[in-house]
């Protein structure tokens, strides 16, 4: 039980990666909670499957761009949940399309989803964990916010920002004993990938060194492990879960 004990809030938990960690978290002992902003019925078969492993979650509909949604959202996870003291900002969206066709709303949307929602869901929760001298946060960039691929330039530009994001804020909150990391992962079988051109990702198997796109689930499995009373010094740091590119 590498996470017994801990309440932990996903963003975009109902399915994915997000819905991956609720289940590998609660598998590990973590009460988690978790937001979606529009799939009901994703939330629905994430929190029936947690169940049914016997493990606690609780799903929050609201979006990462909402920040006074989002501030009543943490009150309520802590009178339901209790007080939080890990955060996963894990919700994102995919968009294929290049540069030269980009609409100005498609870059804010990609923007304010990945990087102002990091924002907006840490400062909801920050308060609590400054409160309590304790906190671990795991932003999820990806590889394409860290190496040169072949991916939409707003997606690589808010993956990279996270990034900068870490780092930064490792640096400001550590002295509350609060440590922020990202995990970067390579293309996985199923979510944001799934419209990516069938070249790209046969270029990506080309150059993988496993040969094959990951798993949500194997992803799952090394946050659970960075979140964990295992990892205690590692902070500010992107750690990448590419199979080898
Ligand atoms: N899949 C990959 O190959 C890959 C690789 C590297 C990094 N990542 C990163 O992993 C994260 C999860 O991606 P995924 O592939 O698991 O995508 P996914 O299957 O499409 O799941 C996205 C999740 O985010 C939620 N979401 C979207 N917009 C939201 C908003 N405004 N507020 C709250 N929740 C929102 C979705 O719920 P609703 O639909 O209900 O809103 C869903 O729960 C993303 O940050 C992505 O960039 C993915």
């Known amino acids: 039980m590498l996470l017994a004990g801990r309440i932990i809030l996903v963003t975009g938990g109902s399915r994915g990666l997000g819905g991956a960690m609720v289940k590998a978290f609660t598998r590990e002992g973590a009460r988690v909670a978790f937001n979606y902003s529009s799939n009901d019925a994703d939330a629905q078969a994430t929190l029936a499957a947690v169940e049914t492993a016997g493990g606690f979650a609780r799903a929050y509909k609201c979006s990462v761009t909402d920040r006074a949604g989002l501030r009543s959202m943490v009150r309520r996870i802590e009178e339901e949940v209790g007080p939080v003291d890990t955060l996963v900002n894990n919700a ?56 040169m691929v072949k991916a939409p330039v707003h997606y690589c530009t808010a993956k990279a920002a996270l990034r900068g994001f870490t780092e930064s804020l490792a640096k400001e909150i550590g002295k509350y004993g609060i440590v922020v990391n990202a995990i970067a992962p390579g293309l996985l079988d199923e979510g944001v990938a799934d419209n990516i051109p069938a070249t790209n990702k046969a270029d990506y198997e080309a150059n993988c060194a496993l040969g094959r796109t990951g798993t949500c689930a194997e992803v799952a499995e090394l946050a659970a492990l960075l979140l964990s009373s295992r990892n205690t010094y590692m902070n500010g740091a992107t750690i990448l879960a590419d199979g080898g590119i």
């Open 92 to 147: 994102g969206v995919g968009q294929v399309l290049p540069l030269a066709l980009m609409e100005e709303e498609d870059w804010d949307r990609m923007m304010d989803i990945h990087v102002k929602g990091a924002f907006l869901t840490t400062q909801a929760c920050l308060r609590g964990m400054v409160k309590h001298k304790r906190g671990t946060i795991l932003n999820v960039s990806s590889l394409a916010g860290v190496r």
